[in-house]
Structures are given as C-alpha cells and as structure tokens.
C-alpha cells in the first residue's frame, strides 16, 4: 500500500471519531436540557407564597433546579 492511503485513512478514521463525540456530547446535552425542564414543572408548595418559605428554598436549594 501507498503513503496517500494510510493518510487518507487516518483523515477518515479522525473525522470519524471527532462526529461520534460530537454525536454523543449531543446526546448528553440533550438529556441534561430535558432533565432540567422536568425539574422546573412541578407542584408549588406552601413555600412558594410567603416571603420566609421563598427564603428557606433558597437556602436549600430548592427554588430553581440547579440546571439554571
């Protein structure tokens, strides 16, 4: 075999690799988003509506999912 071959492959073989990283970053990216969108529906509690709950949330880092 000739050198253009072995160049041509590893260029193929590197594009290869960088689109599956791409492909699973995408992945992990999308579930992340889609995790914290289901943490930001939720029921509000009675918490949610005195300025003392809103606070205790805070500190417990309850008021917002940590995605945000």
Same mark, same amino acid.
């Given at each position: 075999? /000739?050198?253009? %071959?072995?160049?041509? @492959?590893a *260029?193929?073989i +590197?594009i *290869?690799?960088? !689109? @599956?990283i791409? &492909?699973?970053?995408?992945? /992990?990216q +999308?579930k992340? *988003? +889609?995790?914290c969108?289901s943490g930001? &529906?939720r029921? %509000?509690?009675? $918490?949610? %509506?005195?300025w $003392?709950?809103?606070q $205790? ?10 995605? !945000?």
């Amino acid at each position: 075999m /000739n050198k253009d %071959f072995y160049w041509w @492959s590893a *260029i193929v073989i +590197t594009i *290869i690799i960088l !689109l @599956s990283i791409i &492909i699973i970053d995408g992945v /992990n990216q +999308t579930k992340l *988003i +889609t995790d914290c969108a289901s943490g930001r &529906i939720r029921p %509000f509690v009675k $918490e949610f %509506f005195y300025w $003392e709950g809103l606070q $205790e949330l805070g500190k417990k880092g309850l008021f917002q999912p940590r995605c !945000l």
